[in-house]
């Protein structure tokens, strides 16, 4: 489903993705691990049209998104759950839900798709009414999330889902990425926590310095702990 080539990406002057290449099959979940300031997030947000300045080739479902916006890229069915989660404050939870629905090519019944996905995330169900920002930090995440699923994207990128969340939302929210994953969605994810998104991925890319050093089966990497140590360990 996504072609991935020779990447490079460029923060002004600084080379931060060298050369990538990898690909996600339809229906996997593919993680990318690393230590911070490994160039993760600035693939994913290059793949998503974010970054300004790079190079390479990007195919996702056949169709080459390199001369693509960031906007098209999302009409083709990518979607992207940023690590800052960006809820719009003053609006509720409906409200942040319907303008995940705004731009959708697949919007349908609005009232029918807020339906369902509140049923998908009952913690927002109960707090439909309720201003988005003034929720947990895990609810907001979950908010993000459900903000991205509800256009019923092909695919989508996760950027650092667990990251300061407390276990119990934690483990809410991988149970929700397998089911996802058994539903059909493709999930490209970040996270640093390592055990956990091992765990529920099919196979994983190590990046180092903007460059990828290790790949593998997700089982193989979990038992892999001198690699783990080496690469991922905070």
Not at 16 to 27: A, E, I, K, P, T
Not at 96 to 124: C, Y
Not at 202 to 220: K, N, P, S
Request: with cysteine; charged share 25%; net charge negative.
């Amino acid at each position: 489903m996504l072609k991935v080539e020779k990447l490079n990406a460029w923060y002004d002057h600084s080379h931060v993705v060298q050369g990538l290449s990898f690909y996600v099959d339809r229906g996997e979940i593919v993680t990318l691990m690393g230590r911070n300031g490994a160039g993760k997030t600035t693939t994913l947000r290059t793949v998503m049209g974010l970054i300004a300045k790079s190079s390479g080739n990007v195919t996702f479902d056949g169709e080459d998104l390199m001369s693509s916006s960031a906007h098209k890229r999302y009409h083709l069915g990518l979607a992207y759950v940023p690590e800052d989660r960006r809820i719009v404050a003053g609006l509720s939870v409906l409200e942040n839900l319907q303008l995940g629905l705004l731009a959708s090519p697949n919007r349908g019944d609005m009232d029918a798709k807020i339906n369902e996905i509140a049923q998908t995330f009952p913690r927002l169900k109960e707090r439909l009414h309720q201003e988005g920002t003034s929720l947990s930090g895990g609810e907001q995440q979950m908010l993000a999330i459900a903000r991205a699923v509800i256009s019923n994207p092909k695919m989508i990128l996760l950027d650092e889902p667990s990251e300061g969340i407390m276990p119990i939302l934690v483990d809410e929210m991988f149970e929700l990425f397998a089911r996802m994953k058994r539903l059909g969605t493709t999930i490209l994810l970040v996270e640093q926590n390592v055990e956990r998104a091992l765990s529920i991925s099919d196979r994983a890319y190590i990046l180092d310095q903007g460059e990828i050093v290790h790949q593998g089966q997700a089982t193989e990497l979990l038992k892999d702990v001198q690699i783990q140590e080496k690469y991922c360990a905070v």
